[in-house]
């Protein structure tokens, strides 16, 4: 894997001394196609019943510009286990990406580049670094990350060699090659979880699991990375919670993701491990169901395929009730777990992100001026989805490829991004269009083949 120095330059990494004690327990859910909007800590409507992600924000902190590596899940995933950014890992679209042969080009369009079927082994992972520094790991969820054709299988195991357990996890249960579940509930036909309840509801199960993992090493610092497999498709949830929501399955599954992050905050305030607990909330990619806010969904390089709903809680060190506006990406994560623990990112050359403890102190800013996307495929159902992009400060270039033109926005005026102002601003595009190119180069992209 080709070392990235030249995106390592400036990005302030730390090293840092943390006795045994003073190391935070680390939990970060992710939920699956969840944009900004459909929890309650943002501005959702009334409907929608999540009063544990409401209490993680309000004894935390809510980012309102977070957004994802990635408008769909097996790149953003990628990214947060490895601190690169997909372009760089060469996974750049969602398992299975073979160029050309299962995303065809419409008429006169380019094909699709190369994408990668499973996050190499050779990845940098957040996990392996915080097992170094004593921390009991366990993944919980979906992984996406682990060969081509689980639809196929009757149990989801694809190439189990890049399972969780593989990256520095001590128990996987949930994570094999599927991108969606097989049955929602008991029996699950996952080959990674043991079937116990016929009909289980299966966030139910992947909530029990965290609190089980939490209770039985209280006594020694752990994380755990609960990626549920709520929102995505197909849509169901138990009976019951469907009822009370007035028939609507999408909301019901809303309030049992919610149930599973609730659970996670009861167990730890009832082991007295609260408040030297990280907890993060955030999403694989824009929602599968639009944002009223921002433009387009899930699959394009617009914002409502990119922004994510976040809110970290940890009372030791995050003022409860604040709120940040500064843009914070997936690759972020791998330095911030790291670094709180007490390791080091200085030998790990390929990282692309940022530490957020300045954030999680109260400094308004981190020393970031840009962050970049790469989605060299065509994707049907959406505007702006093949396509380079970078977002500093308040504008966004989007580079085009095919006959989808070049744009420019200006996010802080334009939120739904109506108004293409490049004609008016060219020499902001101009600029912006060569430190896109540089980072292009830079992480050695796969371009798509333009007619």
Same mark, same amino acid.
């Given at each position: 894997?080709?070392?990235?120095?030249?995106?390592?330059?400036?990005?302030?990494?730390?090293?840092?001394?943390?006795?045994?004690?003073?190391?935070?327990?680390?939990?970060?859910?992710?939920?699956?196609?969840?944009?900004? *909007?459909?929890?309650?800590?943002?501005?959702?409507?009334?409907?929608?019943?999540?009063?544990?992600?409401?209490?993680?924000?309000?004894? =935390?902190?809510?980012?309102?510009?977070?957004?994802?590596?990635?408008?769909?899940?097996?790149?953003?995933?990628?990214?947060?286990?490895?601190?690169?950014?997909?372009?760089?890992?060469?996974?750049?679209?969602?398992?299975?990406?073979?160029?050309?042969?299962?995303?065809?080009?419409?008429?006169?369009?380019?094909?699709?580049?190369?994408?990668?079927?499973?996050?190499?082994?050779?990845?940098?992972?957040?996990?392996?670094?915080?097992?170094?520094?004593?921390?009991?790991?366990?993944?919980?969820?979906?992984?996406?990350?682990?060969?081509?054709?689980?639809?196929?299988?009757?149990?989801?195991?694809?190439?189990?060699?890049?399972?969780?357990?593989? @990256?520095?996890?001590?128990?996987?249960?949930? *994570?094999?090659?599927?991108?969606?579940?097989?049955?929602?509930?008991?029996? @699950?036909?996952? =080959?990674?979880?043991?079937?116990?309840?016929?009909?289980?509801?299966?966030?139910?199960?992947? =909530?029990?699991?965290?609190?089980?993992?939490?209770?039985?090493?209280?006594?020694?610092? @752990?994380?755990?990375?609960?990626?549920?497999?709520?929102?995505?498709?197909?849509?169901?949830?138990?009976?019951?919670?469907?009822?009370?929501?007035?028939?609507?399955?999408?909301?019901?599954?809303?309030?049992?993701?919610?149930?599973?992050?609730?659970?996670?905050?009861?167990?730890?305030?009832?082991?007295?491990?609260?408040?030297?607990?990280?907890?993060?909330?955030?999403?694989?990619? *824009?929602?599968?169901?639009?944002?009223?806010?921002?433009?387009?969904?899930?699959?394009?390089?617009?914002?409502?395929?990119?922004?994510?709903?976040?809110?970290?809680?940890?009372?030791?060190?995050?003022?409860?009730?604040?709120?940040?506006?500064?843009?914070?990406?997936?690759?972020?994560?791998?330095?911030?777990?790291?670094?709180?623990?007490?390791?080091?990112?200085?030998?790990?050359?390929?990282?692309?992100?940022?530490?957020?403890?300045?954030?999680?102190?109260?400094?308004?800013?981190?020393?970031?001026?840009?962050?970049?996307?790469?989605?060299?495929?065509?994707?049907?159902?959406?505007?702006?989805?093949?396509?380079?992009?970078?977002?500093?400060?308040?504008?966004? @270039?989007?580079?085009?490829?095919?006959?989808?033109?070049?744009?420019?926005?200006?996010?802080?005026?334009?939120?739904?991004?109506?108004?293409?102002?490049?004609?008016?601003?060219?020499?902001?595009?101009?600029?912006?269009?060569?430190?896109?190119?540089?980072?292009?180069?830079?992480?050695?992209?796969?371009?798509?083949?333009?007619?």
């Amino acid at each position: 894997m080709k070392p990235l120095t030249a995106l390592t330059l400036t990005l302030g990494l730390l090293v840092t001394c943390v006795s045994a004690d003073e190391k935070p327990n680390i939990v970060f859910i992710m939920a699956d196609d969840l944009g900004p *909007g459909w929890v309650d800590f943002d501005g959702s409507s009334k409907e929608i019943n999540t009063p544990n992600l409401e209490r993680m924000a309000k004894s =935390g902190m809510v980012f309102n510009r977070a957004y994802a590596a990635a408008s769909v899940c097996s790149p953003t995933r990628a990214a947060c286990i490895s601190g690169m950014s997909p372009a760089a890992l060469k996974l750049t679209t969602h398992i299975p990406g073979l160029a050309g042969k299962r995303h065809p080009a419409p008429k006169g369009e380019p094909t699709d580049a190369m994408s990668i079927n499973q996050l190499p082994l050779d990845s940098p992972s957040y996990a392996r670094e915080l097992k170094k520094q004593g921390y009991a790991t366990a993944f919980f969820g979906k992984w996406h990350l682990a060969g081509e054709g689980s639809i196929k299988t009757k149990d989801g195991m694809v190439a189990p060699k890049f399972h969780p357990e593989h @990256f520095g996890f001590d128990i996987n249960i949930g *994570g094999c090659a599927y991108g969606q579940p097989k049955s929602w509930f008991d029996p @699950f036909k996952n =080959g990674t979880i043991k079937n116990r309840k016929k009909g289980e509801y299966l966030t139910d199960r992947l =909530g029990d699991e965290a609190v089980a993992f939490i209770n039985a090493n209280a006594d020694k610092p @752990f994380h755990i990375s609960l990626w549920l497999y709520s929102v995505h498709t197909p849509i169901k949830a138990p009976k019951d919670l469907v009822k009370k929501n007035g028939g609507n399955a999408y909301l019901a599954m809303l309030e049992s993701m919610d149930g599973a992050v609730g659970k996670v905050l009861d167990a730890l305030e009832k082991k007295g491990l609260r408040e030297n607990t990280m907890v993060i909330f955030y999403s694989d990619n *824009g929602g599968d169901k639009p944002t009223k806010w921002l433009a387009e969904k899930k699959g394009s390089l617009l914002e409502g395929g990119l922004r994510v709903p976040m809110a970290v809680t940890w009372p030791k060190v995050i003022k409860a009730g604040t709120q940040t506006d500064e843009p914070v990406n997936t690759m972020d994560f791998f330095p911030t777990f790291v670094h709180a623990a007490g390791g080091s990112t200085e030998g790990i050359k390929q990282l692309e992100g940022y530490d957020l403890m300045p954030l999680f102190q109260g400094k308004e800013k981190l020393d970031r001026d840009a962050l970049y996307w790469h989605y060299p495929h065509n994707r049907k159902g959406v505007k702006y989805n093949m396509g380079s992009e970078i977002i500093a400060g308040d504008w966004k @270039f989007y580079l085009g490829y095919g006959k989808t033109k070049d744009a420019l926005y200006n996010l802080k005026k334009d939120s739904m991004e109506k108004d293409n102002v490049l004609a008016q601003h060219p020499e902001v595009a101009d600029k912006m269009r060569v430190k896109l190119e540089k980072w292009l180069k830079s992480v050695d992209a796969e371009m798509p083949v333009i007619p």
